[in-house]
């Protein structure tokens, strides 16, 4: 069964704190993608990569950065965790456009993230 | 920015009715998917439809597509109560797969 697994589920951290959160897909997917989810405002695109060591904003980069090492891996990085930071984090992967793999984006369970 | 709305927001529905939502987009697409979200969960994909395709079928899943009304459905045919999540619909503007998500229609099954 193809997965994408994210490190934790639950996370609380305190202000100031520099926060990794972790994705792993396993997939062999090129295109990686890192959202926020808030009640009232959907799913925003924080940061995707289309391959190794590539990254691209989305519409709501201020405040995160995105590290891609590895192609099965793509991580966010709160540099200084604010309380509005405080959301659920959704990690996903797919196949570039075209592919005939293509099927849709594979999610990972979510991580709950409060900052304190 | 808001890509696709779904509408309703919200839908209370008894076991075994269906369950209409729709959706609305701005720009032109390749493609539209609808994806489930069960509480507190990450995001399960359902179906997807290219542009050139009208309806599409998934068990009891039917999707249409109005690319003149820039519009989609999803019906939910003799629902469940595990079918009590929310529906997202999604589109990729300019033709990539960079997806940007409604706010979801909460759909609620009852015994």
């Known amino acids: 069964d193809v997965k994408v697994t994210q490190s934790s589920r639950y996370l609380v951290k305190r202000t100031g704190e520099k926060v990794f959160l972790e994705c792993v897909q396993d997939?062999?997917?090129?295109?990686m993608f890192w959202y926020r989810q808030d009640p009232g405002l959907g799913l925003r695109l924080i940061y995707f990569?289309?391959?190794?060591?590539?990254?691209e904003k989305g519409d709501i980069p201020e405040g995160y950065s995105v590290s891609r090492e590895k192609k099965e891996r793509f991580s966010l990085i709160l540099e200084s965790a604010s309380t509005n930071q405080t959301s659920m984090y959704l990690c996903?992967?797919?196949?570039?456009?075209?592919?005939?793999?293509?099927?849709?984006?594979?999610f990972g369970s979510g991580t709950r993230l409060t900052v304190v | 920015s808001q890509q696709g709305e779904e509408d309703p927001q919200a839908l209370s529905i008894q076991e075994g009715e269906n369950a209409t939502m729709n959706c609305s987009y701005k720009?032109?697409?390749?493609?539209l998917q609808w994806y489930r979200q069960n509480s507190g969960r990450g995001l399960v994909h359902l179906i997807l439809?290219?542009?050139?395709?009208r309806e599409k079928h998934s068990g009891r899943l039917r999707v249409t597509l109005d690319t003149s009304k820039k519009s989609s459905s999803l019906l939910i045919t003799a629902s469940r109560a595990a079918d009590t999540a929310s529906y997202f619909c999604?589109?990729?503007?300019?033709?990539?797969?960079?997806?940007?998500f409604g706010t979801g229609t909460q759909l609620k099954v009852e015994l």
């Open positions: 996903a992967s797919t196949s570039p456009p075209g592919d005939p793999r293509e099927r849709g984006y594979t």
């Open positions: 997939m062999d997917h090129e295109n």
């Open positions: 990569s289309y391959d190794v060591k590539m990254k």
């Open positions: 720009t032109s697409i390749n493609n």
């Open positions: 439809i290219r542009s050139n395709e």
């Open positions: 999604a589109t990729a503007p300019g033709g990539g797969n960079k997806l940007t």
